[in-house]
């Protein structure tokens, strides 16, 4: 069974219509995006984040730049650090993006490529939590004990990750304080499911 793959991001809204809007305007419409209707309660930090990951500052700039004008915010604006550059950024959906680099310096005129889409979960206890991704075939790329694991995004269109909700908070500039929906659903693989710290996955051939 193809179970080891990430392939959506299933955001619930308000309004799917504004949101499509937005996330096209913001970052282009390519995507690996769906969006549903949603009022369930969702309050504070809803212990995910979303990562594009670029190749140069120019780049980050260019998406920081089309995402502000079309109505997120900054909550880190986009500058050096000793990893490289980005920032992050709320989407009027409540979302949170971040927009990095690994690189300093530009190597040519800005581009809108895309290297990876990095989904971060924020983890209670990532021990376990790790454990529910193997078992349901996720294979480890990189582990470093109880402090972060990435696993092989596979045919998936995103790579996903976990970190301490405590440190992804942190990360990404927000209160870790937060209760109610995550509002999303991840969708990937055979088989529906929930993990531990109650992210929902959908399997791939029921998404749509």
């Known amino acids: 069974m193809n179970t080891n793959s990430l392939d959506t991001i299933t955001l619930e809204v308000a309004d799917p219509a504004a949101a499509r809007d ?3 305007r913001a970052f282009g419409p390519d995507l690996p995006l769906d969006f ?11 212990s995910f984040h979303i990562s594009l990951t670029l190749a140069q500052p120019a780049d980050v700039d260019s998406f ?33 993006w971040k927009v990095v680099s690994s690189s300093k310096r530009n190597k040519g005129p800005a581009s809108r490529d895309i290297e990876s889409i990095v989904l971060l979960i924020g983890c209670d206890d990532i021990t376990a939590t790790k454990q529910f991704y193997v078992d349901r075939g996720f294979a480890i790329a990189r582990s470093f004990g109880k402090k972060y694991v990435e696993f092989e995004p ?6 996903l990750g976990l970190l301490p909700r405590k440190a992804l908070a942190k990360d990404a500039g ?18 529906a499911a929930t993990d531990p710290d109650g992210f929902v996955w959908e ?6």
């Open 203 to 208: 399997a791939a051939h029921v998404a749509h």
């Open 36 to 46: 549903r209707a949603s009022d369930a309660p969702s309050d504070g930090f809803r």
């Open 64 to 96: 920081a730049e089309t995402a502000l004008a079309a109505g997120a915010t900054a909550i880190k604006p986009v500058a050096k650090s000793f990893w490289g550059y980005g920032g992050v950024l709320r989407a009027p959906d409540g979302a949170i």
């Open 22 to 24: 937005f996330y096209a």
């Open 154 to 159: 596979g045919s998936g269109a995103v790579t």
């Open 174 to 191: 927000v209160p870790m304080e937060g209760s109610g929906s995550h509002r999303v659903v991840l969708v990937g693989g055979d088989t």
